[in-house]
Nanobody, 123 residues
Framework: QVQVVESGGGLVQAGGSLRLSCAAS????????TGWFRQAPGKEREFVAY????????FYADSVKGRFAISRDNAKNTVYLQMNSLKPEDTAVYSC????????????????WGQGTQVTVSS
């Protein structure tokens, strides 16, 4: 059984930074791609960032490009999302997912999800 756990969320002022972590257990995490998604109240879950299993390929949503950075440490079975220059519109529950089949931009393609961590950015 795969378990995915996010951490690092919290309340931050606009312009601030947070680093989210996504830890996986129950499988060889380093063999699978990982994605971050977010969902704000009343909105659909949206793609934020993607990293390939090796870390050699990364993609970002246009809304976070240049502000967020995804990385991974396979020795620690952990993927990180460094979020800088945060804006109030970044407020959402952030979730990570591992192993995808299909478009990595669609949350429907991902098999294993964490419970999410709340990020709140105040203006």
């Amino acid at each position: 059984q795969v378990q995915v756990v996010e951490s690092g969320g919290g309340l931050v002022q606009a312009g601030g930074s947070l680093r989210l972590s996504c830890a996986a257990s129950g499988r060889t995490f380093s063999r699978y791609d990982t994605g971050w998604f977010r969902q704000a109240p009343g909105k659909e879950r949206e793609f934020v960032a993607y990293i390939s299993w090796s870390g050699g390929s990364t993609f970002y949503a246009d809304s976070v490009k240049g502000r967020f950075a995804i990385s991974r440490d396979n020795a620690k079975n952990t993927v990180y999302l460094q979020m800088n220059s945060l804006k109030p519109e970044d407020t959402a529950v952030y979730s990570c997912a591992t192993e995808a089949k299909g478009s990595v931009y669609s949350f429907k393609s991902w098999y294993y999800w964490g419970q999410g961590t709340q990020v709140t950015v105040s203006s």
